[in-house]
């Protein structure tokens, strides 16, 4: 008897409901409503720098990266337009109406930057882009595990087989109908946008925007899919302060027309395996800014902004060998020789699609609670609440002397507090698997070996210095995983089924799975000796387990 | 003329000397205060001679022994509680607070928050997560994060008597600041800001630690020299520890680090330095300690700070010293020798 798959059933079936097809309908309001607002908000935060400056610094940043760092997906007319802005500006220089000049520019800069950022979402393209995405997976899934030659039509097998969702999937469907959510997951690989966006339409959720990288739009067939799905475009060479007031205030403004979002708060996938630590704040800081507008707006009766971290918790990382020498290139300098090459990344990426449907290693998402925008929890009906159960009036965290005043200091304080409270999210929903366990005893045996060694150097110790008696080893393993079950008693983070078998089982199922699919596996064993083959990856995995407090306990 | 807007009363919690002064304090800017006295004979005994730890009370300060009446009717409050009496304090006053409070605290210990069978081991060290700050304690007690905490040589009997003095409100948010300045400056009460909140909190706590041994070399009349080297060597111990446990080495060599030390250090109206000289003079610790009347935190503080300090592995000569001579382990003549012979690290390698 095959086991009731558990179905969701979409919140809001009719698509023209949907809060982003709202937005693509109205883009052109939307676009002069984000242009509008970061107007005044550029006016108004005075950097020591005249309109003047502030202009001709974003004219001269622009034309820089336009000579330097020309992209396939940039406009035509760009060369233009700044020349034009260039030149009106120039000439209004010593006109009585300067200032009149000087603004109507910054709105044409803004409306320019605004409309490059907007995303193009149809709901056509939307069913279509995740049925392909769905149905191929699955295909493949089916085709590599189930046998014989009518497996490729099987039904068998679906994605959420392999995938499993835990923690609170219905939690976040009744929050997603009462309020807006923003989902934050840990980002490790290129896959992860992927997943979450499969995770999205199979909970039944209205799509979700989100910023991709401009880069990624560069290539013609990415660009539809990127636009299908919900993306609004982020380019990361503009630095300059117009552009980032326009891009958080269109996060900003979407928000409060109700566009559920996605945020990857570490910024960019964790080039050094560690769970985000610290998590890029900017656009993060519009959920908070939007919360209070809402609150000026409405009162008590505004409509909640739920922030929910979801962790992806796999047993390895495809990209884990070029991250992590990317990370200890950045961080060790010259301390640090990149000694292994790669191979071409398109082979590579078939080998893991392949190795990925037929072998073991499924991936567990865990959806989070969800939080108010100061990572209080709330309930099914999105009110806040303390550890004692006492009732939270959110409105309460923008109000001093009786009103909501705006204090743009504590609100910069208050995204600190949010990324720290997602950060410990994290570390709770994290799942710790014995293979990251194994990875973790390993390294850390290593470390205590060598006390007088940086890092670098036990990376680049010779293959004697890679060997650990394997009896040592076990016990080691054993001390840390007490200390891990202890965590997770205490709620600080979650375990996978398979770290309670007997240590010797554990650790076989460990040593499998670490880094399984990479061209060498960074750990192996080999009767009384468990060999190091290469410390990097090793590295990597390990990391999974910062965070926690262990270093203590070896 | 135009009409004064009614405002919220400000809230003292604590009628201590130091809540007592604070009240003063507060009294002549706002229009009311309320303080908050923890037993209703004490309030009733505060009402009545409209006096509190011998500081005559303004007349607008109203007394009471209801702590919900702080919480429901106060914006501002000040919570001015012995350590070990604070998470309970919070405890019981959280279901009244709001996140639109505002707190600064002026408590200069930490909370011990362990289990009665807990046993510091090897195994099960005992950390930061046990040991808290009271803005710490705040925040995890209750919804209110805009929190504060002052520190600075503040002698409480001095500031009764209306002498010139500065504190230092420390907070994340420049808003509380902003809010300590305004209740507090007047023309004798300096108010300096700092963003370093738990920075400044250690100040105040590991000053404690020195002014204990500043009391004690005062009571063996070893003389100014020996005093002032204890001192200087008692601040580089303190940046040491601090840095370790959270804060800034730029704090303690301010008005709430070495300014807050040298006042404790040099005057018999510092508890902690009146336990130093009591111990110096052969009286026992716990003689000494049911003969006051307020708590000198520093005696905890040495406790603690000697179990962290193994924790996380940092070299405490003069609070270890402190710790055995009040645990009996060791006489007031051998601490001297011993620490005239120990090989002090001299750098200044903090800054």
Redesign the interface.
């Known amino acids: 008897m095959s086991k009731k798959k558990v179905r969701y059933s979409e919140i809001l079936p009719k698509t023209h409901q949907w809060p982003i097809v709202n937005l693509a309908k109205n883009r052109k309001k939307f676009t002069e409503e984000v242009t509008e607002e970061a107007f005044t908000n550029i006016l108004a935060t005075s950097r020591g720098k005249s309109l003047r400056e502030e202009l001709e610094m974003t004219v001269y940043r622009e034309k820089l990266r336009i000579k330097a760092n020309p992209w396939k997906v940039d406009p035509e007319d760009e060369k233009d337009f700044w020349k034009y802005i260039q030149d009106k500006l120039a000439e209004s220089q010593n006109e009585e109406n300067s200032r009149e000049v000087e603004e109507e520019i910054l709105r044409e800069i803004i409306l320019r930057y605004a409309n490059e950022i907007a995303g193009n979402f149809k709901s056509s393209s939307y069913r279509f882009a995740r049925g392909v995405i769905t149905f191929g997976f699955a295909r493949l899934l089916n085709a590599a595990r189930v046998k014989g030659f009518t497996s490729l039509f099987s039904r068998q097998l679906d994605l959420d087989d392999k995938i499993h969702i835990v923690g609170e999937p219905e939690h976040i469907r009744k929050l997603a109908k009462i309020g807006t959510v923003v989902m934050v997951p840990t980002h490790f690989s290129n896959l992860d946008s992927i997943l979450i966006g499969w995770v999205i339409q199979f909970l039944g959720l209205p799509a979700f925007i989100y910023g991709a990288g401009l880069n990624l739009f560069n290539i013609k067939i990415f660009a539809y899919f990127m636009n299908s799905l919900g993306a609004y475009k982020v380019d990361r060479r503009k630095k300059n302060p117009v552009y980032l007031e326009a891009l958080k205030t269109y996060s900003s403004l979407a928000l409060r027309w109700g566009c559920h979002s996605l945020f990857f708060p570490g910024g960019t996938r964790s080039r050094s395996g560690e769970i985000e630590k610290s998590l890029k704040l900017g656009l993060l800081s519009t959920a908070i800014e939007a919360q209070r507008i809402l609150f000026q707006k409405k009162g008590e009766q505004a409509r909640k902004i739920f922030i929910v971290p979801v962790t992806i918790n796999y047993q390895f990382t495809l990209e884990a060998p070029s991250l992590i020498n990317e990370h200890l290139k950045r961080t060790g300098q010259e301390r640090y020789y990149q000694e292994s090459d790669e191979f071409s990344s398109s082979y590579k990426i078939a080998t893991f699609l392949l190795k990925f449907f037929t072998k073991g290693s499924d991936i567990s998402i865990s959806i989070g609670k969800g939080m108010d925008i100061l990572g209080n929890y709330v309930d099914d009906q999105g009110h806040s609440y303390d550890k004692n159960g006492n009732l939270i009036h959110t409105k309460d965290y923008f109000v001093t002397d009786g009103q909501i005043t705006v204090d743009p200091q504590r609100e910069q304080t208050y995204v600190r507090i949010l990324a720290q409270r997602i950060v410990e999210e994290y570390h709770k929903y994290n799942r710790v698997f014995a293979s990251h366990l194994v990875a973790y005893t390993a390294f850390k045996m290593l470390e205590r070996k060598n006390p007088k060694l940086d890092l670098y150097s036990i990376l680049r110790l010779p293959d004697e210095d890679l060997e650990l008696d394997y009896k040592e080893f076990k016990k080691a393993y054993k001390k840390l995983r007490k200390r891990i079950l202890k965590l997770n008693k205490k709620g600080k983070t979650g375990i996978a089924d398979h770290l309670t078998d007997k240590a010797e089982d554990a650790i076989r199922l460990g040593l499998d799975n670490v880094g399984m699919y990479h061209a060498q596996r960074p750990l192996i064993r080999k009767d009384e000796k468990i060999i190091i083959q290469n410390p990097n990856t090793l590295y990597y995995y390990h990391n999974r387990l910062v965070g926690y407090g262990l270093e203590k306990y070896i | 003329m135009a009409s004064k807007n009614i405002?919220k009363p400000v809230g003292v919690i604590g009628a201590g000397s130091f809540g007592s002064a604070m009240a003063n304090i507060l009294a002549e800017k706002s229009d009311k205060i309320l303080l908050y006295a923890r037993t209703p004979e004490k309030a009733a005994q505060i009402e009545k001679a409209r006096e509190s730890a011998g500081q005559k009370l303004s007349s607008n300060i109203e007394v009471t022994n209801e702590l919900s009446r702080i919480g429901d009717e106060c914006?501002v409050i000040f919570p001015m509680v012995p350590s070990a009496n604070f998470r309970n304090m919070m405890r019981d006053l959280?279901?009244h607070l709001?996140?639109?409070h505002?707190m600064i605290h002026g408590t200069k210990g930490f909370d011990y928050s362990i289990t009665e069978d807990f046993k510091p081991t090897e195994?099960n060290?005992l950390?930061r997560e046990h040991v808290q700050t009271m803005s710490e304690v705040i925040r995890a007690e209750?919804?209110v994060?805009?929190v504060g905490c002052l520190a600075g040589p503040n002698l409480a009997k001095e500031i009764a008597e209306h002498k010139p003095a500065a504190t230092v409100v420390a907070s994340?948010?420049?808003?509380v600041i902003k809010v300590g300045q305004r209740l507090l400056k007047t023309d004798r009460f300096l108010i300096y800001g700092s963003n370093d909140l738990i920075g400044i909190e250690l100040c105040g706590i590991l000053k404690n630690i020195i002014a204990v041994g500043a009391g004690m070399i005062s009571g063996l009349k070893l003389g100014e020299n020996a005093k002032a080297l204890f001192i200087s060597r008692g601040l580089v111990e303190m940046v040491h520890l601090g840095k370790v446990l959270g804060g800034n080495a730029q704090a303690f060599l301010g008005l709430a680090g070495v300014g807050d030390l040298m006042a404790t250090c040099n005057s018999n109206l510092s508890r902690n330095y009146t336990v130093g000289y009591r111990l110096a003079q052969d009286e026992k610790i716990e003689q000494i300690i049911s003969s006051m009347e307020e708590v000198a935190e520093g005696i905890k503080t040495i406790d603690i700070v000697h179990e962290l300090a193994s924790t996380y592995k940092i070299r405490v000569p003069i609070t270890e010293t402190l710790f055995r001579i009040i645990h009996n382990d060791m006489t007031v003549e051998d601490a001297q020798t011993y620490l005239m012979k120990f090989p002090f690290r001299v750098e200044i390698d903090f800054l």
Request: charged fraction near 30%; avoid cysteine.
């Open positions: 405002s914006d959280s279901p709001r996140p639109y505002i195994a060290p950390t209750s919804s994060v805009r994340e948010f420049d808003e």
